[in-house]
């Protein structure tokens, strides 16, 4: 039996260009389902250790502190464009919004506004130990950013006070 028959066929079955193009596809196939699926599969397999993020909204009026105060969000867990994600508000604050403002002489003070509060939310999730960009869903947590604290029924957006990753 010939390697390759008259006809150009390899072991009579298949052509050697048919055989090319199959090879090619399988490997575009395995190229697309390793970009797909190999982050999922590395952080299934890696340990996981806990994040704990402090979030704080500040100057919140008082339409959405008595929101915060009729509806808690303890407890509740965080969405990330239309699915939940592996991220739960663990306590809530309410505190007084303080900000600096120069007064008649000049000086610069510290005073608190009558209205407006700082919501301080406290947020837990685990994270791959080891990892370059802790994130909750699709957003990146490091203290200093923009997080928008969305849950089934809330959301707003607030700034990363600190990040706690255990060890």
């Given amino acids: 039996m010939k390697i390759i028959n008259e006809k150009g066929k390899l072991f009579g079955l298949i052509n050697i260009v048919d055989l090319l193009v199959l090879i090619a596809a399988v490997a575009v196939a395995a190229g697309v389902g390793y970009k797909l699926f190999a982050p999922q599969i590395k952080e299934s397999v890696q340990p996981q250790v806990e994040l704990t993020a402090i979030v704080r909204v500040r ?8 929101e915060v105060e ?16 592996n991220g739960t508000i663990e306590d809530m604050k309410i505190e007084d919004y303080a900000q600096q403002v120069t007064t008649a002489d000049g000086r610069i003070v510290t005073a608190v506004d009558p209205d407006k509060k700082d919501i301080v939310f406290t947020i837990k999730t685990t994270v791959p130990k080891g990892t370059a960009t802790p994130s909750i869903g699709t957003q990146e947590v490091r203290a200093g950013r923009t997080f928008i604290v969305k849950t089934n029924d809330f959301e707003t957006s607030g700034n990363i006070d ?4 255990a060890e």
């Fill in 59 to 66: 100057g919140a009026t008082p339409f959405l502190v008595a």
């Fill in 70 to 85: 009729r509806n808690s969000q303890v407890g509740k867990q965080l969405v990330s464009g239309n699915s939940y994600v």
């Fill in 162 to 165: 600190s990040v706690d990753i």
